[in-house]
Structures are given as structure tokens and as C-alpha cells.
């Protein structure tokens, strides 16, 4: 066991769950009589990729205790609900989120998401978007759940910037060749000077005059 700021953490294997928090619970040094949550951590690179901690309460001692076990998709924890009533709803939420489930466990079901939900919501390899999608079927009068499409309307996209039509006033516009460098020259002034001459003819906006009269 190794003791912090925060309490302490015990590590176990997932035989063991059971028995070390009947320990716990029943010690006179510990006395353990809450079971706050249990929650799940993912971890996809490790063998066993699942982390079920359990945070446990003295309240007669006023101190935390951390109670942590891994996990993998197949392996199966057992159950703490017969000293803890209240993990009942913990791990039915670790099953729902992660798939970790419990040895008979007297109501393992979903908790937070549809009963028809496919996978598993916290698992790192679960897209997204899902698998499914969930409506109202105004003519069955219900909710239904249906495979997932993404689809998307065709769309115009124009690839050309539009700076592109005003390189003259971002580049030099002169280029400078030995042969007809004076010519080119000329060319790109005559250019710059029509194109100057166009912005000019644009008409300006109204002009809006306020007078304050004091």
C-alpha cells in the first residue's frame, strides 16, 4: 500500500477485490464503510488495458482509500456489492462505459446510455460517431436506432484565391531581362497604371454627415 497527501492506494489482482475490501471494511485500523464511486481508466497500449479503481471512505478516520485492479476485454472482476450496496450502480456504469464486467452481478445492465447501444462509450478504439443514431419516428411514435451514415451535399469549392487577382500590389511587377528588360518594363507600368485607373472609376460609397446641434 502506498500513502500520499491524498490518501492511500493499494493495487490488487482481480481475484482479490472481494476479499481486500471485506478487510478493509470490517478492520479496526480502517473501518472502511463508503464506497464513494468506481470508475474505469483505458489504457490500449498495456496487456491489460483496463484500470477499475475503487474510492473508498473511513469515516470514522476521516481518510481515503484508493483500491486499484487491471482488466483486460475478456477478464471479469468480482463483485463488491454484497459489503458496499451502493457499487451495485458503480459497476453497472463501468460496464456500460468500458465493458468491464462483474461475476454475477445481480442486475448488470446499462445504466447511462440506450439499452440498443452498441460498444462501449469511454473505450479509446470506439469512433467518434458511433455506430448508431438514435431518432424519433414521427409514424412509429418511438425511438429508433439505425446505422449511422454520413453523408454530405455536394459542395463547389473554388481552389483559386482571390489575392490572385490583385498580384500586381503584392509582387514587384517589374522583370528585368537583359534583351527587352526596357520593353517588359513599360509593359507592367502601362498595366499597373490601367488597373489603378479602374479602382479609381469604382464609385465611392455615400457618406453619412451627423451634426450635433448643443
Known amino acids: 500500500m502506498e500513502r500520499s497527501e491524498h490518501g492511500n492506494r493499494s493495487d490488487t489482482n482481480t481475484d482479490y477485490p472481494f476479499p481486500l475490501l471485506c478487510f478493509l471494511k470490517l478492520h479496526t485500523y480502517t473501518r472502511v464503510k463508503v464506497s464513494i ?5 483505458d489504457h490500449p497500449s498495456r496487456k491489460r488495458r483496463f484500470e477499475v479503481v475503487h474510492n473508498l471512505l473511513s469515516t470514522r478516520y476521516n481518510s481515503r482509500i484508493r ?5 483486460d476485454e475478456v477478464t471479469r472482476i468480482s463483485p463488491v456489492v454484497s459489503p458496499f450496496p451502493s457499487a451495485g450502480r458503480w459497476e453497472r456504469e463501468v460496464w456500460d462505459m ?3 464486467s462483474s461475476i454475477n452481478h445481480p442486475d448488470l445492465r446499462r445504466i447511462s446510455t440506450d439499452h ?19 431518432r424519433y419516428d414521427d409514424p412509429e411514435k418511438r425511438v429508433v436506432s439505425e446505422p449511422i451514415e454520413m453523408t454530405q451535399e ?17 509582387t514587384p511587377p ?12 513599360r509593359i507592367s507600368i502601362s498595366k499597373m497604371v490601367n488597373q489603378t485607373n479602374e479602382f479609381r472609376n469604382i464609385p465611392a460609397p455615400p457618406t ?4 450635433s446641434l448643443g
Do not use: M, N
Open 174 to 185: 517589374f522583370r528585368i531581362s537583359p534583351a527587352i528588360g526596357l520593353l517588359e518594363t
Open 116 to 134: 440498443g447501444f452498441e460498444g462501449h462509450p469511454l473505450r479509446k478504439d470506439l469512433p467518434l460517431s458511433g455506430y448508431v443514431e438514435v
Open 37 to 41: 464511486d468506481i470508475c474505469g481508466v
Open 208 to 211: 453619412a454627415f451627423c451634426f
Open 154 to 170: 455536394f459542395r463547389y469549392f473554388d481552389s483559386a484565391s482571390p489575392w490572385e487577382q490583385h498580384l500586381i500590389f503584392s
Open 67 to 71: 483500491v486499484q485492479t487491471s482488466a
Open 98 to 100: 468500458f465493458g468491464v
